[in-house]
């Protein structure tokens, strides 16, 4: 994929190289092909991507014809097995996958399991069967058989996790941003769950670089859910839930529409009696760790904790650091001077004032190279140093990790037994486990 043209040759052409798809700047795809007939998924003309077909006798683009059309939906992805088309679009930014003949004919939808996440859907021409992975908030990674002929799905492995799912339950909600735009956002939690506004919440996002924040498993949420809490994900601006115009709404000089998404969600859980101020915790890593140190410094009466993880915190200097220069075109550089008023007046280091905080642990490894620590060494001690309230600033260094790939196990588990600590402390939780 790319902007540079695509070269095919024998393909009864007699030999001849020629241009078979020409430079444009979009994504495409060879799905598979009838002879010269191919089947190409792009987004040229189409930014939610659609699939047509073309001859490769014929490159006229005007000529291409339409197989699947785009729609609402971006598509995530796109296989040809078995003869059928698989399209995995985000519908309200969950997994939802169709099932096309090659003359475009909707054949039916996957029956999936429930809110979920899903990949695979790969093989080859002639299969008859397919197979993809499913997951959600409450299910762990499941393997499905499905059957090209019937559309049957069943379950081919199934891992072994000590809980039980139906003990746990996740809704989407929506709600209103500062702007009036409709966000949604997933709550997940124990069943019996007392909306008392009295509930311990982690609030997690990220919110940028068209990262879509999608149903996962993650046996250290399961803990939080185990010990009460509530995990509430919201799709942010910033994100690719819901297509490109979603992504750039929360990039540049629309980065303050991040921020104001995930303060609007946090006020969304205290008005619908979820929690309330002095239970909410938020918490994000990377560009999620900028989302956590600005929304911290524009609204700290509104969280009793926050765990900014791996975060870019100074946004004036980023750029000058390892990779940082390969993010201007998401967030801007300051050495632009359109660009630096909007960078300063969010930058996390550059904002904090000397006011009572909420609590904080700062978490950063110092073999980060993407993310250089530093972000969180001088932001952790200005807001030490800036802190007039009781609660504890704290900064957590891992000795042997950098921005969290590749992370041993072990240490996974340590840091979350350190995170879910530390906000009991500070969330006043009594934990109590039970089967």
Request: charged share 20%.
């Given at each position: ?19 078979f ?12 092909n ?54 995995h679009?985000l ?5 939802q996958?169709?099932v ?12 999936l ?8 859907f790969?093989?080859?021409r ?62 997940s939690h ?5 909306l ?40 942010l601006?910033g ?37 309330n ?11 999620g ?33 390892t ?23 969010y ?16 978490t ?49 588990i ?7 600590t530390?906000?009991?402390r ?10």
């Amino acid at each position: 994929s790319g902007s540079n043209a695509l070269y095919l040759k024998d393909l009864e052409l007699d030999g001849e190289v020629k241009p078979f798809l020409p430079a444009f700047d979009a994504r495409y795809s060879v799905l598979g092909n009838d002879g010269p007939l191919f089947y190409i998924y792009t987004d040229n003309d189409a930014p939610n991507g659609r699939v047509v077909k073309i001859d490769a006798r014929e490159t006229d683009a005007e000529k291409w014809v339409s197989v699947v059309p785009e729609s609402k939906q971006t598509i995530e992805s796109i296989s040809l097995v078995g003869g059928q088309l698989f399209v995995h679009r985000l519908r309200f930014a969950r997994s939802q996958v169709t099932v096309f003949g090659l003359d475009g004919k909707e054949l039916r939808k996957v029956d999936l399991p429930g809110l979920g996440s899903v990949y695979g859907f790969n093989g080859r021409r002639s299969d008859t069967e397919t197979f993809f992975a499913y997951s959600s908030f409450t299910s762990p990674s499941t393997i499905y058989r499905y059957d090209i002929t019937s559309g049957e799905v069943s379950v081919f492995r199934q891992p072994k996790v000590d809980f039980k799912p139906d003990n746990y339950f996740t809704r989407q909600v929506s709600y209103a941003s500062k702007d009036g735009t409709r966000v949604t956002m997933f709550i997940s939690h124990r069943r019996g769950l007392i909306l008392n506004g009295k509930n311990p919440v982690m609030l997690y996002g990220y919110g940028g670089f068209n990262n879509s924040m999608t149903p996962y498993f993650s046996v250290s949420n399961l803990v939080w859910m185990e010990m009460g809490g509530v995990l509430a994900v919201p799709n942010l601006r910033g994100g690719g839930e819901y297509g490109e115009a979603w992504h750039e709404a929360g990039m540049l000089e629309n980065k303050q529409n991040v921020f104001d998404d995930f303060i609007a969600a946090a006020e969304s859980l205290v008005y619908n009696k979820y929690s309330n101020p002095k239970r909410i915790a938020i918490a994000g890593g990377s560009n999620g760790g900028l989302l956590v140190g600005a929304c911290l410094n524009q609204r700290p009466e509104l969280f009793a904790a926050a765990i900014p993880s791996v975060g870019v915190m100074d946004m004036l200097r980023y750029h000058r650091f390892t990779i940082g220069r390969f993010w201007i075109s998401e967030y801007g550089s300051a050495e632009d001077p359109k660009m630096f008023p909007t960078l300063y007046a969010y930058s996390p280091y550059h904002n904090i004032r000397n006011i009572a905080y909420p609590a904080v642990m700062v978490t950063t490894g110092d073999h980060d190279d993407r993310v250089v620590p530093a972000h969180s060494f001088k932001y952790a001690a200005r807001l030490q140093q800036a802190q007039k309230g009781p609660a504890p600033i704290l900064i957590r260094v891992e000795t042997r990790g950098g921005h969290g790939a590749g992370t041993p196990t072990s240490k996974r588990i340590d840091a979350a037994a350190d995170q879910w600590t530390f906000l009991a402390r500070n969330l006043r939780m009594r934990v109590r486990f039970r089967g």
